[in-house]
């Protein structure tokens, strides 16, 4: 399951997703972070089943927790497959198939916005 963890860094000594790591004993994944010396953003994928105990432990700490349901997804009205989103996506989410059309891995989508801002024909958004 990916959450999106938003938290302040003011008055926090020690690093709030190892602390969670720590306290849990749950892996996480870190997808995707921003984190500069007031706050951080995080996208976390973390087992179905520890989804809960990370949450709670993520909101005893102070962050804000968004359970993310889904990854980028396309209107096929829209798209006219012209490939602009394969090249630009890090992790791969899009592909051909074998009728030239481009279609979606939504899991693996770790929701960075550059296809979204990339497509030519505003086919792609987040759906949260
Ligand atoms: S960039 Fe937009 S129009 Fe082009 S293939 Fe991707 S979703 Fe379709
Ligand atoms: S939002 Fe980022 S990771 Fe998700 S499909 Fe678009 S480019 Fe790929």
Same mark, same amino acid.
């Given at each position: 399951m990916k959450l999106?963890?938003?938290f302040s860094k003011k008055g926090?000594?020690?690093p709030l997703i190892a602390k969670v790591v720590k306290e849990?004993?749950?892996l996480i994944n870190v997808e995707r972070a921003v984190i500069d010396s007031m706050s951080g953003e995080a996208?976390? #994928?973390v087992p179905d089943a520890d989804a809960l105990v990370?949450?709670?432990l993520m909101r005893d700490k102070g962050a804000t927790v968004r359970i993310l349901e889904h990854g980028v997804s396309k209107d096929d009205q829209e798209c006219v497959d012209c490939g602009a989103c394969i090249s630009i996506c890090p992790?791969?989410?899009f592909f051909? #198939?074998?009728d030239w059309k481009v279609k979606l891995r939504e899991g693996r989508c770790v929701l960075c916005g550059k296809c979204i801002t990339a497509c030519p024909h505003h086919a792609l958004s987040?759906?949260?």
């Open positions: 999106l963890i938003t926090r000594r020690e849990s004993g749950v996208l976390i #994928d990370v949450c709670n992790k791969e989410v051909l #198939d074998n987040q759906t949260v």
